[in-house]
């Protein structure tokens, strides 16, 4: 091999030592299953599907290869291990949750490629402007506000050109100054606990709402049910985990009225409002209000409406395809589909595609964690919450949910409070970079080191461990009565 054809060969290969090693535990994991005896009360199947799930745990954490491909992999080895035929398998891709994230997302690429995102986001800060405590405030709630109807890491890719502009007008010096740690953290978990309150803001929501709609007996959550439940854990944990950045980096300086300046001119270089961007505005309310009026209709439905409304901006010329090739995030979507059949492979066998591999672990945790219903959840939200931290939350929720449906279905629980509590754990990754794109984005910037980012991280995932607790045993369980099946 001449040497220009070995830097080829040599520039296409970028999987490391460590990536292989994880590579063939994650398969080793998989034959081992194979070919240990079947458990007592555990089908062939079944087994096979306890080794697919540990093997896409370790692919899904380590990363060796796309969390997307690890998705194919969950897919296509179903029918390849004979657990199930491929058009079962293939037919829960088609989940009407897979179609309202592809909507939603060209509707998000719209509204990006308009600078709608940006020109909100200049605008909420503008009330803030006066005092740097309520500056980062400003800052949690704009991004929250956004991730209520743009995806959670397009919100803090869109954020870090705005904060870290505003940080070099003010002079602040990376890792100098706590005004510029709080600031980039406060994107990073606003986005974070933001993404928690719409079905828009991560994908794990419509993935949980895609698992209920696949049940035995079905659970239609819509829209504006999500809101409901969901909403109040945002509007408690924001200003609490605010409130811990604050106690962890206390701001010295007093005077921001440089930032005021920076925000006062980007403001004024958006201008007014064009007809184009008037299109996407009505086209985003008139979606979010189908979503709220009719997403619970077995006729329209959540994916409906949102192809309706993504289709519609094609209509109109606000998008074009090649809009849409740049900005959406196709991975997402084969991890979603992975995650689908991951779930429905766990199910009971009384539902077509299920092995009952979700019940035989749920039998086990429940003989280890026992049948109180406080602990069951609180055990869940702690478990859900480390391994987000360590994950992806996508990933994280596809693993636990099926489980926790199982134990929710033995100790005879409704199965929306046990997604509710798994999913909305599933948000709250805070430790560390690899917890989110949110917190990667962020870290990029220079303003906070990892070991700044565990600090707050840890206290605030403590203090939303207690919220989401509270509001499963007053709100859900309490007001909603949501435990009952």
């Known amino acids: 091999m001449d040497e220009k054809k070995k830097k080829i060969f040599d520039k296409g290969i970028n999987i490391s030592k460590k990536d292989i090693f994880f590579i063939i535990l994650a398969f080793s994991i998989l034959i081992i299953f194979y070919i240990l005896p079947t458990p007592e009360g555990l089908t062939f199947s079944g087994k096979l599907m306890i080794g697919i799930l540990l093997m896409a745990a370790i692919l899904w954490i380590t990363e060796p290869?796309?969390?997307?491909?690890?998705?194919?992999?969950?897919?296509?080895?179903?029918?390849?291990?004979?657990?199930?035929?491929?058009?079962?398998?293939?037919?829960?891709?088609?989940?009407?949750?897979?179609?309202?994230?592809?909507?939603?997302?060209?509707?998000?690429?719209?509204?990006?490629?308009?600078?709608?995102?940006?020109?909100?986001?200049?605008?909420?800060?503008?009330?803030?402007?006066?005092?740097?405590?309520?500056?980062?405030?400003?800052?949690?709630?704009?991004?929250?506000?956004?991730?209520?109807?743009?995806p959670e890491h397009g919100v803090a890719a869109l954020?870090?050109?705005?904060?870290?502009?505003?940080?070099?007008?003010?002079?602040?010096?990376?890792?100098?100054?706590?005004?510029?740690?709080?600031?980039?953290?406060?994107?990073?978990?606003?986005?974070?606990?933001?993404?928690?309150?719409?079905?828009?803001?991560?994908?794990?929501?419509?993935?949980?709402?895609?698992?209920?709609?696949?049940?035995?007996?079905?659970?239609?959550?819509?829209?504006?049910?999500?809101?409901?439940?969901?909403?109040?854990?945002?509007?408690?944990?924001?200003?609490?985990?605010?409130?811990?950045?604050?106690?962890?980096?206390?701001?010295?300086?007093?005077?921001?009225?440089?930032?005021?300046?920076?925000?006062?001119?980007?403001?004024?270089?958006?201008?007014?409002?064009?007809?184009?961007?008037?299109?996407?505005?009505?086209?985003?309310?008139?979606?979010?209000?189908?979503?709220v009026i009719f997403s619970g209709s077995s006729y329209y439905g959540l994916g409906i409406i949102a192809i309706l409304g993504s289709v519609l901006l094609f209509l109109i010329g606000s998008i074009k395809w090649e809009d849409i090739e740049k900005r959406v995030p196709w991975g997402i979507i084969l991890l979603y589909g992975g995650a689908i059949t991951l779930g429905l492979g766990m199910q009971g066998t009384n539902i077509p595609g299920?092995?009952?591999?979700?019940?035989?672990?749920?039998?086990?945790?429940?003989?280890?964690?026992?049948?109180?219903?406080?602990?069951?959840?609180?055990?869940?939200?702690?478990f859900t919450i480390i391994l987000t931290n360590i994950m992806s939350n996508v990933a994280a929720v596809a693993i636990i949910l099926p489980i926790g449906l199982s134990i929710a279905t033995k100790i005879g629980i409704n199965p929306l409070l046990a997604t509710m509590v798994i999913t909305l754990s599933g948000g709250l990754a805070f430790m560390f970079v690899i917890s989110t794109p949110g917190n990667a984005i962020t870290y990029s910037s220079g303003y906070f080191s990892t070991r700044d980012l565990f600090k707050a991280g840890l206290i605030a995932n403590i203090i939303c461990i207690m919220v989401i607790f509270a509001v499963a045993i007053f709100y859900w369980m309490g007001i909603l009565n949501l435990h009952i099946t």
């Open 354 to 382: 299920g092995t009952g591999a979700g019940i035989w672990i749920s039998d086990k945790l429940f003989n280890f964690v026992g049948n109180d219903l406080v602990i069951v959840i609180l055990a869940m939200i702690i």
């Open 65 to 150: 290869i796309p969390l997307a491909v690890t998705g194919l992999l969950v897919m296509i080895l179903q029918p390849l291990l004979g657990i199930n035929d491929a058009k079962t398998v293939f037919s829960s891709f088609g989940n009407q949750a897979v179609f309202f994230l592809i909507g939603a997302f060209i509707i998000a690429a719209a509204i990006e490629k308009h600078g709608l995102h940006r020109r909100i986001a200049l605008r909420f800060l503008s009330f803030f402007e006066n005092n740097p405590r309520y500056f980062t405030l400003g800052i949690m709630l704009s991004c929250a506000l956004l991730t209520f109807i743009m």
């Open 159 to 291: 954020f870090l050109p705005i904060i870290i502009s505003i940080l070099i007008a003010m002079k602040i010096i990376p890792r100098k100054s706590n005004f510029g740690i709080i600031s980039m953290l406060a994107v990073a978990y606003g986005c974070s606990i933001g993404s928690l309150g719409t079905l828009i803001g991560g994908a794990r929501n419509p993935l949980a709402i895609g698992i209920l709609a696949d049940l035995e007996t079905p659970i239609i959550v819509s829209f504006f049910d999500w809101m409901i439940y969901a909403i109040p854990v945002v509007l408690i944990a924001l200003p609490l985990v605010w409130l811990v950045l604050q106690f962890a980096f206390p701001i010295k300086i007093k005077d921001i009225s440089k930032a005021k300046k920076e925000i006062d001119k980007q403001v004024a270089s958006q201008g007014k409002l064009s007809i184009k961007e008037y299109k996407v505005i009505i086209i985003l309310i008139l979606t979010i209000l189908f979503w």
